[in-house]
């Protein structure tokens, strides 16, 4: 019984639910019913604010009205009952009042009750109000009708004064006929003049923010239309000088970066297939020559050059395989690394070479050559650098590395004493798969990529490599080559003398 109690209850629960309707109903609704576009939401937005305004406005101007209207009857009213109740004080008082002007009704009545003067209008008519105050004074008020059968409001002041018969008390009414006729108005017009002003304002919104998004408008449907095959167009830029043509400005810009990333990627395939064709006809060339000629006498020879072009192959495998890990958006490395000891264990092994590197390292102070990155990527800038020098030089490579104390960077030079880079050339360098002695550098295994990747790693690392002239009288000077320096921000900021 108890588990066939509790199925029919879920039961009534499911039913319950799926009738009832989720807390979240509302706000979905206003989700789905809210504008979605800008100029839709730019019309809905000032059409509310202008109403709002509107209608505090006139809720204001409808009440200062009023006050004033009020203050003008109460003004009339009041005077005539404070000499209605002078007249009753100095014992002069008739038993007919002639109302002046702007009031509607006198009347004066004693303690007791008893009508002692009063209008035409109010002859032979009790008292207007059964009170009786009990000390001389002045009360205002507003009556709904009155003793006149007044249709609208009336204003009425009661004016209480002692005379030698007693207290008396003077009513003095004014009809507001003209305040309810002025409000009504007010509100009539208002009621017809703040749709139109805010259909107005929702028209002109309306209008005024397309023509704004005009532009705007154009500028999608141009990028809609871009392909990557269509790099090349851009978006028309208006002629406003706003914040519209600031964007077109900017999608250009970023449109020229897609373009130049595009032809540098189609640049880079079009070199690394040329790159890896060569290497690939010589292997496939050898192999055929020792599958055609099966003698053991030319195996050696063809097992070498065959070794040669495998190991040519894998080095521009990892070249480019650096290459796409250093093209990626990934943060880069930030250990603690010493460059002394990565420039020492990169030349170490170039001392016994025909052409020997010397290193220089002057850091004055324990851990000031300290860099944030990798060691993988610090010792592979170190070692294109010096092979890029190692490719050109006659006799000697210098290595130097010191820290910068005005710039506070780590400074790292490598100089040769080939036949150096010219000024028109030192930009070009460092573009992939540039050799500016192609021939030389190809027989030597250059694949003009050591720079290019030694670059990249160092703005990876926050730093700079660029080609520049040694400082006169230097030992780079005096060797007479490329002077290539890389400057690295430091672990630890350093902090000049």
Sequence with gaps: MAEERTRILDRVRQRVRGRVPERGGLPALA????????????????????ALALGAVSFGLVGLLEDNLLHNAQSDAERQAVSTAALATEGRLGPVLIPGRGTDFLQVVDTRGRVLAASPNLSGRPAVSGARPG????????????????????????????????????????????????GDLIVVALAVVMPLLVLTVALVTWRVTGWALRPVEAIR??????????LHRRVPVPASQDEIARLAVTMNATLDRLEAAGI????????ASHELRSPITVLRTQLEVARAHPDPALWGELVSGAL??????????????????????????TAVVDL???????????????????????????????????????????????????RHAAHEVRLALSVDAVRGTVELTVSDDGPGIAVADRERVFERFTRLDDARSRD??????????????????????????PPPGSAAARLGGAHLVARLPPAVPHVAP
């Design 31 to 50: 989700r789905r019913l809210r504008p979605r576009s800008v100029r839709a939401r730019a019309t809905l937005g000032a059409s509310a604010v202008v």
């Design 135 to 182: 000390a001389p004074g002045t009360v205002r008020g507003t009556w709904n009708g009155g003793p006149v059968r007044e249709e609208h409001r009336q204003r009425v002041v009661q004016v209480t004064a002692a005379t030698a018969q007693g207290l008396v008390t003077v009513y003095a009414g004014t009809s507001l006929r003209q305040a309810d006729a002025a």
């Design 221 to 230: 449907a141009e990028v809609a239309e871009i392909s990557d095959l269509d």
């Design 264 to 271: 540098r990627q189609r640049q880079f395939i079009a070199d």
């Design 308 to 333: 040669e072009d495998t190991v040519r192959l894998q080095d521009l495998a990892a070249d480019l395989l650096l290459l796409a890990r250093l093209d990626t958006t990934e943060p880069a490395p």
């Design 340 to 390: 002394p000891d990565v420039a020492r264990e990169a030349a170490r092994p170039r001392r016994g070479d025909r052409i020997p590197v010397g290193v220089e390292i002057t850091v004055e102070i324990a851990g000031g050559g300290t860099v944030r990155g990798s060691t993988l990527w610090l010792s592979r800038l170190v070692t294109n650098l010096l092979d890029n020098a190692r």
């Design 444 to 469: 030597q295994g250059g694949s003009g990529l050591g720079l290019a990747i030694a670059r990249d790693i160092a703005h990876r690392l926050g730093g700079s490599l660029t080609v520049q002239d």
